[in-house]
């Protein structure tokens, strides 16, 4: 009996505490320990409404408690790494199989000549001794010029400006010598001119005017160029120069290794967007020019054998970016001469580091701003031309 007495008190005690968690809004479940209990119970007197005494049984509860978080979580929590001790790695590298290409964007060469008999370039005579000078410490194993390469401008279909006349033999002069400055400084490369749209304008000029000219070749020479094409005004095939010439613009490609190739181009986009559309229109790896804008974007595409990458870039151009260039956006003042404008142009070169046949390679877009350049930590600054 004692004992049964003994258990109802202790449950009637254990609902005490209950009570007073749930009132205080305590989960049990987030009790850690509980660390004290204090369980008072005394009577206590009053009178009712009829002045009799009434004894009533009265209690407290007290609880000391820890909360479950009091020790840390039940999980281990994230702690710093250890210490550890790592030996330098010592790079295994094979520069030997990998070759170097040197990619010439856009020259446009031409002139303006004024009454006066100056001479007044379109090209950008600083950015072209910069890439020559970067070419120098190269030993390039090839060197792509990638199109409109001369301006042509007597021959183009727009405003004909007065001072573009008498100027395509001037023109063709400081190209050549162009030419010869990459081959004397690049001896044991191959040198590759493609066409673009502005080299493209003498045949089409001599198409629609004088067909029949437009095969002539010298006397006994059958296997030579034509003498009003590009190939024959630049002495190409002469030993002293022994450039190929890629035509056919905009069909013309020349393939660095089986993985990138490179096109003057002919899709022109605003905002930086044309390099995105060229690499989703090719489907292979490409370095074009046409745009004179600096511009580089990746793609990954899903194939049969995994993932494959592939990239379009523009190394800029190497003609002037001040309004010279006769564009859509420039013009001339009541004397003939350029008006200073500002182009979306940046002017620069590429550098490809690759491997021959279904290698590797790596493209590096090279910018050339005011006549100077760094690349690979070397600074080259414009001479005096």
Sequence with gaps: MAEAFKKELAKSRLGKIADLLER??????????????????????TKNDEGEAE???????????????????????????????????????????????????????????????????????ASMDVAIQILVGLDADMVVNLGDFLDFAEFGKFEQEPAF????????DRGHRFLCDQRVNAPDAHIVLLEGNHDRRLQKAVTNNTAAA????????????????????????????????????PAGIYWINQNLACIHGH?????????????????????????????????????????????????????????????????????????????????????VTYEEGDGNFDVELVPISRGEAIFRGTYYRARST
Excluded at 165 to 172: D, I, R
């Design 24 to 45: 205080s809004g305590i989960d049990p479940e987030e009790i850690g320990a509980v660390e004290k209990v204090r369980i008072s119970e005394w009577q206590g007197l």
């Design 55 to 125: 004894i009533h049984d009265l209690g407290g509860v007290s609880v000391v408690i820890a909360p479950a978080w009091a020790d840390g979580p039940e999980w281990p929590v994230v702690q710093q790494a250890p210490p550890i001790t790592i030996k330098p790695v010592k790079a295994k590298t094979t520069r030997s199989k990998y070759k170097t290409a040197v990619v010439l964007p856009d020259p446009q060469i031409g002139f303006r000549m004024y009454e006066d008999g100056e001479l007044d370039p379109f090209h950008d005579e």
């Design 165 to 172: 006349a008498k100027t395509t033999q001037a023109a063709v």
């Design 214 to 249: 437009l095969h002539l070749k010298r006397a006994e020479a059958p296997d030579d160029w034509p003498v009003m094409s590009v190939p024959y005004l630049l002495r190409l095939n002469e030993d002293h120069l022994n450039v190929e010439y890629v035509g056919g613009y």
């Design 267 to 351: 899709i022109t986009r605003s905002r930086g967007s044309t390099v995105a559309a060229v690499v989703d229109d090719e489907r292979t790896s490409i370095i074009h020019g046409h745009i004179h804008r600096i511009e580089l974007q990746h793609k990954t595409r899903r194939t049969f054998e995994g993932a494959k990458r592939s990239l379009a870039a523009s190394p800029g151009c190497l003609c002037r970016i001040d309004g010279a260039v006769p564009s859509t956006k420039g013009s001339t003042d009541p004397h003939g001469r350029p008006v200073n404008a500002v182009e979306d142009w940046q002017q620069g070169m590429a550098v």
